[in-house]
């Protein structure tokens, strides 16, 4: 299959023979939208995409990335308009507040339904993110990538069974995108390599860091690492996804 420029990143992520190629593509993403959103080209500038940060909101960890980012001016206009809209928006949630009433028997219960305005606010604001919501549509097009590659690339389909498989994470996005995406036929084929694999890579990360533990006995203090120095991070990179050892991302400039 000749190579496109939207099916490079895949094959770039599946030959660097990483615990998971959708975290490689994780990675890349969210840097480029970190350098989109603060980088030197400078979009916080542009009104069009302040209005989109400002109506998006970040959550919590890429607030903290976008700080490690290293742009105090970027982040400060993000944050002046942003502050402007959801100041409005308190404004406008504080005048129509009203708590719901609530019946004893609910009481007893302590139920967790959301019984007030300002609460399904302020939840509404917590579960949306600027980069978050950029990256689920570039995430969704990679993974109809990954599966039209598989059904039309014999060289591609040969790199995936050849691969340390996926996170548990992206694990469960490929289970999924399998059912919707591939035929009854393609299916079993396709889980038939799938779960072997992802069996046999989670056996060989198992025994990577049980080997680490191993290390820790003063009686293989000279026996040899094997693949067990790096055990810890791509144990928890494979549970979990990311990379627990990467170093803060910052500002190119």
Same mark, same amino acid.
């Given at each position: ?76 206009? =993000? $944050?002046?308009?942003?502050?402007? %809209?959801?100041?409005?928006? &308190? +404004? *406008? ?99 038939? =390599? $799938?779960?072997?694999?992802?069996? %046999?890579?989670?056996?060989? &990360? +198992? *025994? ?46």
């Amino acid at each position: 299959m000749k190579e496109q420029l939207y099916t490079i990143p895949l094959n770039d992520a599946f030959q660097a023979h990483d615990e998971c190629p959708f975290c490689f593509i994780e990675r890349k993403v969210e840097q480029d939208l970190l350098d989109f959103t603060l980088g030197s080209g400078s979009s916080y500038m542009e009104s069009d995409i302040r209005d989109m940060t400002d109506k998006a909101g970040f959550c919590r960890p890429h607030f903290k990335k976008m700080f490690q980012y290293g742009n105090t001016l970027g982040n400060a206009w =993000i $944050l002046k308009t942003h502050y402007k %809209k959801i100041n409005q928006e &308190l +404004a *406008e949630q504080t005048k129509k507040f009203k708590p719901a009433k609530i019946s004893f028997l609910d009481r007893l219960k302590r139920s967790t339904d959301i019984n007030n305005t300002m609460t399904a606010w302020v939840y509404e604001k917590e579960a949306s993110c600027f980069i978050c919501n950029q990256y689920k549509d570039t995430y969704a097009r990679y993974l109809d990538t990954f599966f039209h590659m598989y059904k039309n690339d014999k060289d591609f389909r040969r790199t995936f069974e050849e691969s340390k498989g996926f996170c548990i994470s992206h694990f469960g996005d490929i289970c999924q995108g399998a059912c919707e995406k591939l035929s009854d036929k393609q299916k079993d084929e396709f889980f038939s =390599i $799938l779960f072997p694999l992802m069996q %046999k890579n989670m056996e060989r &990360l +198992a *025994e990577d860091v049980s080997w680490m533990v191993e290390k820790f006995d003063y009686r293989n203090a000279d026996a040899d690492w094997k693949n067990s120095k790096d055990a810890i991070q791509r144990g928890m990179q494979k549970l979990k996804g990311g990379y627990p050892a990467d170093p803060v991302y910052q500002s190119k400039k």
